[in-house]
């Protein structure tokens, strides 16, 4: 059983000022759980989440986050730019990216964000972008092969693109000391979207025994280990959701066990975690504007793919509740599809849903994270607006939804331009 946090009433006050389709946040669910998250590692001291800016990039909501001790993870120039406009300094921000282009290492340099080589070959390729290699730097290793978690986003250590081969890593390590290096980190991310609190303890324990390895036989000595991503949630309403706080524990338990007896307990625990942090306390809102009926019976929303990628993406489940009709028998089977010219288009397929009317109100779970940010704007589509829903039950705009004045822009030194003001 799967309980939106917006009512129908509130969705249509909402809905009055702001037009569906739009995405809303519960700040009650984010602090909550903000609140568990840090709760669950205080018992390490150099304790931090980077908050995966990807996952959700809106300021108001990373402002909610940093009240819990949350820095930023970035991937891009504009995610590292987002988070030096809120004021993050140097080692609130993390630069965990792949394929990197020089520039966005310089601009990484220039506000201090900590570094993470996603390859040998970065080492050369940083130290050409920026004239130097950073004191404070850390590196991404991946352990290849094949982990037990599967779930079709990410799974296979040894067929991600991410990260270093063991030799590789412990070879750079010892280059970035030489090169003058003095504060290192280890990041890993093996897989996405694990709904079991083995993940974090069992990813742990690999990185603790290596670090203790590395000690062993370079004498290189780790600072911050970074579990980096791949906490996941209950999509599925039959799915148990993670427990933070055994998770935690479980990650503790293996610290106690491998790196302390190796003197290396003042190693500080990272996350990036961007899923858990936001997925579940976000929704997107859409109005149901069509019933087809064919060879199959369809409801057509004002949202579509645009809105939220993840269905066409990886045929990923979103639970769908049709707001006000909560305890409706779900006797009627739909395919919910939006209005673009691809056929994948669906936010589900043979749904079993409560009778739907024209105008009724469809709540799409989980959509907090990687939601509205993998949007993209094919047909023409706009994207639409974030909603903050407050702890006292006000609603503020986070974002206002695109005009066709922001997909015309980038044609904006050309004189077709002027018609298309
Ligand atoms: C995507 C990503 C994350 C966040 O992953 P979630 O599964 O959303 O927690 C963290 N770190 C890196 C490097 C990523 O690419």
Redesign the pocket.
């Known amino acids: 059983m799967k309980t939106p946090f917006l009512t129908k009433e509130k969705a249509l006050e909402i809905s009055k000022q702001i037009p569906t389709p739009f995405h809303v946040y519960d700040e009650k669910g984010i602090r909550a759980n903000a609140a568990a998250v840090k709760e669950a590692f205080a018992w390490n001291k150099g304790y931090r989440e980077y908050f ?1 800016v ?2 959700t990039p809106n300021p108001f909501l990373i402002n909610i986050l940093r009240e819990y001790g949350c820095g930023t ?1 970035c ?1 891009s120039l504009t995610e590292l730019m987002l988070s030096d406009a809120l004021g993050m300094k140097g080692e609130e921000i993390m630069f ?1 990216s792949n394929d990197t282009p020089a520039e966005e290492f310089v601009y990484a340099d220039k506000i201090g964000a900590i570094i ?1 080589l996603d390859d040998f070959t970065h080492i050369d390729y940083l130290e050409e972008a920026i004239g130097h290699i950073p004191e404070t730097i850390s590196c991404r290793y991946n352990p290849g092969g094949v982990y037990a978690v599967s779930n079709g986003i990410m799974d296979n250590p040894g067929d991600a693109k ?1 990260g270093m081969t063991k030799e590789q890593l412990f070879e750079a390590y010892q280059i970035l000391r030489d090169k003058g290096a003095k504060r290192f980190g280890l ?1 890993a ?1 093996l897989v ?2 694990t709904v079991t609190n083995d993940y974090y303890p069992a990813l742990a324990k690999t990185l603790f025994e290596l670090v203790v390895e590395l000690k062993n036989e370079t004498g290189v000595e780790i600072s911050f280990i970074n579990l ?5 949630i209950a999509y599925q309403p039959d799915q148990t959701p993670n427990d933070i706080a055994a998770i935690g524990e479980g990650v503790h338990k293996v610290f106690d066990e491998v790196l302390v007896p190796a003197g290396l307990g003042n190693i500080a625990i990272y996350t ?6 936001m ?1 579940p306390y976000g929704a997107l809102v859409t109005t149901a504007i069509h019933e087809k009926h064919t060879y199959k019976e369809y409801i057509g929303v004002d949202a579509c793919a645009v809105n939220l990628m993840r269905p066409a993406m990886y045929g990923a489940y979103h639970h769908i509740t049709v707001l006000g009709k909560e305890d409706a028998p779900c006797d009627h089977t739909y395919d919910v599809t939006g209005s673009l010219c691809e056929n994948n288009d669906k936010f589900a397929i043979d749904r079993k849903l409560p009778e739907i009317e024209m105008g009724d109100i469809l709540y799409i779970h989980d959509t907090g ?2 939601g509205f940010a993998m949007g993209y704007n094919y047909n023409g589509k706009l994207k639409s607006a974030e909603v903050l829903l407050k702890e006292d039950g006000s609603f503020e705009l986070i974002r206002r939804a695109e005009k066709p004045q922001d997909y015309f822009a980038t044609f904006d030194c050309f004189d077709i331009f002027d018609k298309l003001k």
């Open positions: 995966a990807k996952a993870d991937s965990s993470n991410y990041h991310f996405s979207n980096s991503g791949g906490v996941g990036e975690m961007g899923r858990f942090m997925g994270a990687h």
